[in-house]
């Protein structure tokens, strides 16, 4: 029977620290989303969790009910205010707004969807969405 060799079970150690850390410290990416076209693209929850993106960084809630910060990757996107962006809410009635120039509901952060849902009486209300930069 052969013996591990020191070398081995050191890359063995530090694939299983860096595996356990990415799972515990919940950074493992979102699915790609299919969107061959888009320049990007993002799934959002109700609950800001980006459940699948092409060329997005993250997803964060923005201040009031029903608004989001959607965080567009920097070399994406040359000019996010006069990009193409279309957006649709998931399984819900309502409306939706997105924004492509800096706001102030997102800290007016640059390269940034704010995205604005409300229930279909116009009232803010958190909703699931898909956003797409064309």
């Known amino acids: 029977m052969m013996q591990p ?3 081995s079970r050191v890359l063995a150690l530090a ?3 860096v595996t356990s850390l990415t799972v515990l410290s919940g950074t493992a990416a979102a699915a790609d989303i299919d ?5 990007a693209a993002a799934k959002v929850s109700t609950d800001a969790k980006l459940l699948g993106a092409k060329n ?3 997803v964060t809630r923005g201040t009031g009910a029903g608004v989001y ?3 567009v990757a920097p070399n994406a996107v040359n ?3 006069n ?3 279309v957006a649709t809410l ?3 009635r309502g409306e939706i707004t997105a924004i492509g120039a800096p706001h102030s509901y997102c800290g007016n952060n640059a390269n940034t969807i704010t995205v604005v849902t409300s229930d279909s009486s116009g009232k803010g209300a958190d909703r699931p969405f898909t956003v797409a930069v064309l």
Do not use: H, M
């Open 5 to 7: 060799t020191v070398t």
């Open 15 to 17: 694939l299983g620290a």
């Open 35 to 39: 969107a061959p076209y888009a320049r």
């Open 56 to 58: 997005v960084q993250s």
């Open 69 to 71: 910060c959607v965080k």
């Open 79 to 81: 000019d996010l205010a």
């Open 83 to 85: 990009a193409a962006i």
């Open 90 to 92: 998931n399984n819900y």
